[in-house]
């Protein structure tokens, strides 16, 4: 006969201690299970649980392919050009349309740009002076002053250009021989 | 087959659900190792020849490990204390404030014992196991169950003399 076993007085207070108790869930799939050990026991909640979080992922997954699938497609609607003049093939794509005439009409200009030619505006003399020639002989010189112009079209601005510019300088006179 | 774990586990449901829940830590998956415990049981070809409770017991624990590995999580202190055991009937005139104290001192010391103290204390004072159900349910020696038992009781005085003390 076994000795029997010692009690603590504190036993009785860990038997007053209110446990929790299992659910009505935990008792209907035992029953449930026990009535019927040969159907397909429910697996456990974590298992649902796993098989959830795998769907999940999967779900996921599968979004983040669907996107990468459309930016691909999207990428390929819209080939890189690249930058212009960048061809270096050899062979230049076929003339589709040739001028038949190789010399064309050449069509005068409706305007002239050459300027016109110097012009002589305004002049005067200053004053004049006798002067001998390296050869002995005399000669007078003139000083004189005077303005000459220039005229021509600016095609740019579509006007008229003028400028005057002034010079002076020593005219020689023939002198007839006496 | 049938009938025996029928009764094995409407005797004992407080107590299977109890050593799970205090492995795993969480209700819905000691739920699911009780469960399992008792599919893995009714695979077996016959009833078992020793202790029908210690037994089931043992499948239960075993089972509940099997979860806890799997989840690989463990709860907080605070959070053992709220999914083991679950608040006294306040409206009850017979339990006074101290006793409601007292209580609370020796939850929280039980949440404190080291865990193979713990499921010892679970199968002994929920389950209503004896010494040598528990050593069969566990595979260690009689003498082993209960000295480790004595060693939880006495581990229990304490911890509940210095959580009074600290208040």
Known sequence: MPAPEPHDELEDLLADLPIREPSQMLDERINAFLCNPSSDTPPPRSARRRVLRFASVAALLLVAGTVAVVLVVLNQAHPDIGEVGSNTDDNPPAIVEQNADPEPDIVEAAYRFEPEPLRLEWSREISEETRTAPNGKPYTAVLREAIDQRTWYDPQTGTTMQVSTPRKEWVIRHQNPF | ?167
């Open chain 2, 1 to 167: 087959m049938k009938h025996w774990l029928e009764d094995i586990y409407r005797e004992h449901r407080r107590g299977l659900f109890g050593l799970a829940l205090s492995v795993v830590r969480e209700p819905a998956t000691a739920e699911d190792a009780v469960h399992e415990a008792f599919v893995r049981m009714a695979k077996q070809p016959q009833k078992p020849t020793g202790d029908a409770a210690a037994y089931a017991y043992r499948a239960v624990r075993n089972a509940a490990i099997d979860q806890a590995r799997r989840r690989k999580t463990r709860a907080k202190p605070a959070e053992e204390i709220a999914s083991l055991f679950v608040a006294p009937e306040q409206d009850d005139p017979s339990w006074s404030a101290q006793r409601n104290e007292t209580q609370a001192m020796l939850k929280r010391a039980i949440d404190e014992l080291p865990d193979n103290e713990r499921e010892l204390v679970i199968m002994r004072s929920f389950g209503g196991l004896t010494f040598q159900q528990i050593a069969d349910a566990i595979g260690q020696p009689l003498s082993t169950v209960s000295s480790r038992y004595q060693n939880a009781i006495k581990s229990l005085r304490q911890l509940m003399e210095n959580s009074h003390a600290r208040t």
